[in-house]
């Protein structure tokens, strides 16, 4: 039987610190630009300063992207922009620097970690870093079986929660969260679906390649095919992944999860991660606080997950090639808002008005009295 009990996320984490918060936002109306000049980098500021539970804030130092990497069988209905079983192409891509992610990480000098959870490859194709918590080689086809055994959605459970704990014993100080995957994006909207309670239709996309309208119909069938698979185990977050999600998204959520328990801020990147970020806020629902959205992916998925969790996107570019490129876009705007709420000046204290009665009192008494004056004339 397994040892693996949910409900004890719940109870590890906790928000962050909401006194360092009200101290951050004191700091803040002392210094001289004013308050709300700088509008969400002020909220962004004070924000880190709870996560991090420092006054003033310290600078974002040890980013990593860290991209969670599978192949889904639900893509072999050609409901993805790219052939199914070659999200290994893209993760190769990603390690030669060839990738819109890879280039933003390297300008802004953010290492990038891909860890293969079911690539659809033999293992020898990769690096052994990659590839060393592999679960499977690929998810099975969600409309018709589930994308996991019980036992295999437990192992990818424990390896997001075993990454991130090597992240933050690693000194890693915030997370760009993305995936790389193929028919990744149908799993994430049968997700939010069935946990927001809407029609497949209201969730589908057209992905990061921009499918063309039959590909968005078939999308559209196999997702309401894996809705009526996933209604029965709502109640059962573990069993929902594992039922219609898939490894890197049962991974993810476990991520998730442990980078709150271990106060490790996260930045959102699309549809993906905002779908395993709604399981986790299902298991434990103070974890959000510790989760940024990094962008508008243009998802309707994305937009309804982040909605029920009360995230608003800090940026709205219409990037959708995925794979953590918009939430690594967001990055340089969380370092700006933690740089200038640690060095921007405070303005110079205000005279004691005390003070400045007392002095007033002693140059009084110190100036002559006039002279009376003399109305004996008058009579």
């Known amino acids: 039987m397994s040892s693996l009990n949910l409900d ?3 109870d590890l984490i906790e928000r962050p610190d909401g006194g360092v918060r009200r101290d951050a936002e004191a700091r803040r ?4 630009v004013p308050p709300g000049a700088l509008g969400r980098l002020d909220d962004l500021g004070e924000w880190l300063a709870a996560a991090q539970g420092a006054v003033p804030v310290r600078p974002v130092e040890q980013p990593r992207v860290v991209l969670f990497a599978g192949d889904h069988g639900i893509a072999a209905l050609d409901v993805s922009g790219r052939p199914a079983g070659t999200a290994a192409q893209s993760v190769r891509a990603v390690l030669e620097g060839a990738r819109p992610v890879s280039v933003l990480a390297r300008r802004q000098g953010v290492p990038v970690r891909v860890v293969d959870m079911a690539l659809d490859c033999e293992p020898g194709a990769l ?3 990659v ?3 592999r679960v499977r080689r690929g998810s099975g086809r969600i409309d018709i079986e589930d994308a996991l055994t019980p036992e295999e959605a437990e192992a990818a459970f424990r390896a997001g929660v075993a990454v991130a704990d090597e992240e933050a014993d690693s000194g890693t100080d915030l997370v760009v969260l993305g995936d790389v995957s193929v028919g990744g994006t149908t799993a994430a909207a049968v997700l939010i679906a069935a946990l927001c309670g809407t029609d497949a239709s209201v969730v589908t996309g057209r992905g990061g390649e921009a499918i063309d309208d039959l590909a968005w119909m078939r999308k559209c069938a196999a997702i309401r095919d894996a809705l009526r698979r996933a209604r029965p185990v709502l109640g059962d977050q573990l069993a929902l992944l594992g039922t219609v999600g898939g490894a890197d998204l049962a991974a993810m959520t476990g991520f998730l999860l442990q980078c709150a328990v271990r106060k490790l ?3 959102l990147d699309g549809v993906v991660s ?3 970020a709604l399981v986790a806020q299902r298991v434990a629902f103070r974890a959000p606080d510790w989760w940024l959205a990094g962008h508008v992916s243009g998802e309707p998925g994305q937009a309804k997950a982040l909605d029920r969790m009360a995230l608003e996107p800090l940026l709205d570019h219409a990037v959708r090639v995925g794979e953590g490129a918009g ?7 969380v370092r700006a808002a933690a740089d200038l709420a640690a060095e921007l000046p405070e303005t110079a204290p205000a005279a004691d008005d005390e003070t400045d009665g007392a002095a007033g009192a002693v140059a009084a008494a110190a100036a002559p009295e006039d002279e009376p004056t003399d109305y004996s004339g008058l009579d």
Not at 327 to 333: E, G, H, Q, V
């Open 127 to 129: 690096p052994e870093d």
């Open 327 to 333: 939430a690594l876009l967001a990055l340089p705007l």
């Open 29 to 32: 109306e002392r210094q001289v």
């Open 8 to 10: 004890d996320f719940s």
């Open 265 to 267: 801020p996260v930045i």
């Open 131 to 133: 590839v060393r918590h």
């Open 274 to 276: 905002a779908a395993c």
